[in-house]
């Protein structure tokens, strides 16, 4: 079975530009979640989808939004960035069926000039 | 403040050493995992413990759940320099809100 995967795995943009990450779930898992992780602050809840509606929300700043497809691939997207922004981005996909075990993709770097 | 406090934070040891971290909560939770996480990849999956008091062995790593479930435990005999990492624990207590702890970085030198 195919784990999780994101795309791009590297990213370079400046300050004021927008960015759209994409994930695809592992086969079968309709739940994703999307984590910011920086050495300052770890791993940081950004927002959780299941079957395309947000059921959950971190304390992120409006600039950060989501979206799922009907196919549980899901997509993030920031907008006017800032440097604060440079961080892995990780996307987690889980199956109702689990005991709340997320399993990670390998994220996105994102670096902000 | 964080939800799951994890100790040490840091920990650099010699291979062959045994080691113990930590990670505890005054939230009760209905399942904890253990993580490991490599630079610039995503955390792997270690173990789930659903149950209080339950002990769980992965090779050298044993886990353990707190009775009560708020803290968890885990214990790496021998430690080898592939144990090198970024351990982060996670408690949920229900399937959509998961909370994570600042992690344990461990340095294992040969």
């Known amino acids: 079975k195919a784990g999780v995967t994101q795309t791009p795995r590297y990213l370079i943009k400046t300050r004021g530009q927008q960015v759209t990450l994409s994930c695809s779930p592992i086969s079968g898992h309709r739940s994703v979640s999307w984590y910011q992780q920086t050495p300052g602050q770890g791993l940081q809840f950004l927002f959780e989808y299941f079957s395309e509606t947000q059921r959950n929300k971190g304390n992120f700043p409006g600039r950060f939004s989501g979206r799922q497809f009907s196919n549980s691939r899901s997509e993030m997207n920031v907008s006017t960035l800032e440097l604060g922004d440079s961080a892995l981005y990780l996307c987690?996909?889980?199956?109702?069926?689990?005991?709340?075990?997320?399993?990670f993709g390998p994220g996105t770097r994102l670096t902000v000039l | 403040t964080q939800l799951l406090e994890q100790s040490p934070q840091f920990l650099s040891i010699q291979e062959g050493e045994n080691l113990t971290v930590y990670c505890n909560s005054s939230?009760?939770?209905?399942?904890l995992q253990w993580y490991r996480q490599e630079p610039g990849e995503g955390p792997v999956l270690l173990v789930t413990?659903?149950?209080?008091?339950e002990v769980k062995k992965l090779k050298r790593l044993t886990f353990q759940f707190g009775d009560a479930r708020k803290d968890s435990s885990l214990h790496i005999t021998a430690a080898q320099p592939g144990d090198t990492g970024l351990y982060l624990c996670?408690?949920?207590?229900?399937?959509?809100?998961?909370?994570f702890g600042a992690g344990t970085r461990l340095t294992v030198k040969p």
């Open positions: 996670a408690g949920g207590k229900n399937n959509n809100d998961m909370r």
């Open positions: 987690a996909s889980w199956s109702l069926a689990g005991a709340n075990e997320q399993f």
């Open positions: 413990v659903v149950t209080g008091g």
């Open positions: 939230s009760v939770f209905s399942s």
